[in-house]
């Protein structure tokens, strides 16, 4: 993109703040261990206002970071994972809302996580990197909405794992939250996505490269890295998007090659998909997320699904796709009905696209209305 | 079992016979190359009749063998794969029909593939062993049934990737093919399928020990295979069973350990499973099997699914399971409503069953009287 276009787009999203905040005193984490001292690496778009009231907290899913919106440079290729609906005119509209985002505990851009030097040490944590879980994540946004003096979020919002994180905040800091937007989300891991994150674990810990998490001066896990990714993928599309997008065509060839060789376009794809996850994601990150995942369990934690959800202080908007076979509709119904169950004011909107678990992130057309007409009503109190 | 239990058991399907035979010409190969000397194992259990004609084959899954009934030992553990439908009295009644069922070209349990010896250098083929498809694995059996002196066959029947042969004999050999029993089956593999079975190729083919294939001297790409056979065991169980069987529970805690090892029970079956097939898989069987799986594709060869259906002889029963989602209700009901659109006689059942893709090998009541009653049709012609 040429400089012009980028300052166009840069500006798109208001003003963006590109930050991290480093506290020195120890996270409690839910293990009963102590993290310290934290950084959480964060943006914002928009401008909080007099009041502090407008703040929206966005959560990013397993691969994602703090970089929501807009671009950071003008020779950036892509811009953030959520431009599409974050900015000016945009559902979360960057005029109206302060917009923030940050990486997630136990990440690899920015925030600490086991890459990141063990202060006792001076090396990157590795395996020494303590267990965390979706609520330790939240407690380390706590200090960040502490920080940066917001009392009460306006609204949380986050698809699949980042929906964890907006269930986490709704349930275990419900005076902090205002609005709950969820798509693609479950209110725990099911054994089937246990599974495929245990499997994607055990890609990597299985690379000889992995030497038990301390691989930081050496060669990385790439071979389990890209295993991981390659299940995790075909597990975010479905059985329709693989047959559109790929079907059974060749790369580059109208012949088979009679090779043990990838040589269907959809292998290709998955090859891609790994290296890409190479080059800009941290294995161990990978390990320490995923368990974070498999532990969330909201009807676990509470006794069951209604009494979590009778925590729950204001309105939600659940969106959730019918091609998503990893984070079933039928996940976002039994939240819905939970909500409806404590008599919580809730809308739930399956919405139709092939797509499967990825259509939060690319089918924006029809999450657009639904979200903006949630804030607005949101706003006016009329929920 | 005590040696009057396995007298039962043994005796049970009737005369069992364990051999294998060998031809010494080369099997030409639809690559184009041609594999020789080729040995296939196989079992048979019943008797053949004196007009002949009273013969059935049996078509295994990709992790299969030729011992699909009964016990070869005392101190045997298991019976054969299909014990529960193939004996005295069970749907394939060995008291009437002559039972075949031989392991497949490719395979690791008698029949040729990877790791036989090359007879050109003495040593296991590995990776030099030639690219295989569905199609070369019936060649190998047509010549099977020519040296049995079957001249055609009563009926062929197959789950899964054995459904891949039957659907091959009825389509390819239709002469010789009385009526074809297809369950959990596909006339294709999808892109999904492929998707799956390039991930276990590609875990195998990342293990540093599978050494360009030739490991037969060294330790065996143990890590790699079991990723393979951990992913393929999500992909035959579904979502319900997962919940079912495990849910979240803990192996053998009743809290988080909080660390990064295994710990939820699903996990453990994974771990289980993987560890049992290196027992006694091969990892290059799995490579050349899951290739072969990946090329079919019936109405690809053929221009179409009707075109393919319009050679297919007698009459078929198609059984599909409600829960599989990897050879979904749909991809049975298609090749059924082809081949009732060419004017074929097809029975099409979908069980309901929440034991998804393994549901062929494990829910056998409903497919009992199925089976039972499709071959009595079949026998008094009143199809």
Redesign the interface.
Known sequence: MTAVQFERAYEGVGIVQRQSLTWIEPLAL??G?RLGAVTLAYETYGQLNAARDNAILLLHALSGDAHAAGYHSATDRKAGWWDAMVGPGKPFDTEKYFIICSNVLGGCMGSTGPASPNPWTGRPYG?NF??ITIGDMVRAQVRLLDALGIERLFAVAGGSMGGFQALEWATAHPERVGGTLLLATAA?????T???N??G???I??D?RWRD?DYYDHERPT?GL??AR??GH?TY?S?PA??Q????RLQGANE?A???E?E?A??SY??YQGDSFNARFDANSY??IT?AM??W?LP?RYGSLDAAMARMPGPSLIISFDSD?LY?TSESRAIADALTRQGRPVEHVDITSPAGHDAFLVDFAAQRPLIQDFLRELEVGSL
Chains 1, 2 share one sequence.
């Open positions: 839910e293990s261990e395996a303590p267990v725990r891991s099911s054994p089937q246990i599974a495929w245990s499997i674990r055990q890609a810990m299985r000889p998490g071979n890209a295993l390659m299940v075909v599309l059985e693989l047959e997008k790929f079907g059974r088979p009679f090779s043990l990838r269907f959809v292998e998955l090859d390990l320490y368990k498999d532990y369990d676990g076979w079933p």
